[in-house]
């Protein structure tokens, strides 16, 4: 007696085919993605788990559909790491590939190596910070720079 088959395509009311083809719709776009690997393997794994009833007459079945895809590729970027006027560790993208390296904007225009115009960064050279003068007897603190100190 020849065992009676099985209709994948309509298994489970057709479950199992429409979570099939969701599965290849990942994988289609994840090989498409231009952010991937498009040489790495992708997997798609069907897992039906059977579980038979005591008078082994009926089984129930659980269908798990998996795929595996490609992570996206990392993407790498410089900080330039310097220390500002106040002494603090400060961090900003390099942008023109190279400390100190002028380049032109999308915009036609010139800028720093992180991207900020030139005449910004010319007018920033020459401010001259408010800076209180604290007198202690004969020893005068230069250093102290606070907000307060602008307003008395």
């Given amino acids: ?6 209709n994948l395509n309509e298994f489970a009311n057709g479950a ?5 083809n969701i599965a290849m719709n990942e994988v289609y776009a994840n090989i498409a993605d231009q952010n991937t690997d ?5 997997k798609v794994v069907i897992t039906m788990v059977l579980s038979a ?33 106040a002494g603090q560790v400060v ?26 115009p030139i005449d910004v960064v010319e007018q920033a050279k020459y401010e001259v910070p ?8 004969n020893v005068i603190d230069f250093r102290a720079t606070s907000p307060s100190a602008a307003q008395r």
């Fill in 53 to 85: 009833d005591e008078e082994r007459d009926l089984a129930m079945v659980d269908i798990e559909v998996k795929t595996t895809l490609t992570p996206a590729r990392t993407v790498g970027s410089k900080i330039i790491i310097d220390k500002n006027a």
């Fill in 38 to 42: 498009p040489t790495k393997k992708r």
């Fill in 130 to 137: 408010e800076v209180e003068v604290v007198q202690d007897g």
């Fill in 16 to 20: 199992l085919a429409e979570r099939v």
């Fill in 1 to 6: 007696m020849s065992q009676p088959k099985i």
């Fill in 91 to 116: 961090g900003q993208e390099l942008k023109s590939g190279s400390p100190g390296q002028m380049m032109i904007s999308q915009d036609g225009e010139i800028v720093s190596d992180v991207g900020i």
